[in-house]
C-alpha cells in the first residue's frame, strides 16, 4: 500500500527534486560518450525520479502522471530502437549493428559511429526506465 | 546438514584462493586480457568512433551485440514480473 506522504516538507521536496532528477539523467545519458555514464545509468536514474513520485506522492497522483502501463511499452520501444538501428545498418548493406554502414548522407565514418552508438544508448535508456518502473508497479500492486 | 554446507564453502574458498595464485597481477601490462584485442581498442576508439570514452565505444560498438542481450534480459525480467505479479487479466473461460 503506497499512499500520499503525510508531511508537507516531503511532498514539496519530492515536486522540487524530481525535474532535476530527470534532467540529470538526461545529462548522464547525452554525455555517456565523454564521461561515465550512458544508457544503463541514465535509465536507471530516470527510474529512480518516477519511483521517488511514487513513493511521495501516491499512487493517484503519480498514476496520473506517468500511467503504470506505460513502463513496459517504453522498455520495448527502446529494444525496437536498438535493434532497428542494427536493423538498418544490415538493410544498408552492412553487418547486423555496424554503424558504419548506416545509410546517412554526408556524414563520414566516425560520425556515423558516433551517432548510432547515441542512438543505441537512448534505446537502452528507455529500455531500462520502462522496465524498471514496470518492475516497481508489478511489485507494488495491489491485489 | 549445517556444517556439511559450512564444509563445502570452507572447501570452495580454499579451492579459489589456490586457484587466484594462478592470476596475472594486478593491473599486470603483459597479463592475457590486456595483450590480445585491448591495445587495438585503446589505440583506435577515437578514430573509429570519435567517442573519447572507450568504455561507452566498446559497450555500444565493438561489443553492441552483447548489450543487445543484457537490454532484453532485462526486458524479459520486467515483462516476467509483469505476467506473474503484475495486470495480468485473468478472463479466460
Known sequence: MIAR???????IACRVIVPFIFLYALCVIMFGHYSPGGGFQGGTILAAGVILMRLCLGKEASY??????????????GI???????????LAGGNYLDYAALPVQGMDIPDRRYYG??????GVALGVFGVLTSIFDSLTKEK | MKWLGIILIALFAAFLFYAEADMPAYGDPGAPGSVHVTPEYIERTYEDTHTPNIVTSVLADYRGYDTLGETTVIFTAGLICYLLLGGWKRNDS
Open chain 1, 5 to 11: 506522504h503525510n508531511s508537507l516538507i516531503v511532498n
Open chain 1, 64 to 77: 496520473k502522471k506517468f500511467p503504470p502501463r506505460l513502463g513496459l511499452i517504453l522498455g520495448g520501444i
Open chain 1, 80 to 90: 525496437l530502437i536498438y535493434s532497428g538501428t542494427g536493423l538498418a545498418a544490415l
Open chain 1, 117 to 122: 552508438i547515441l542512438f543505441v544508448e537512448l
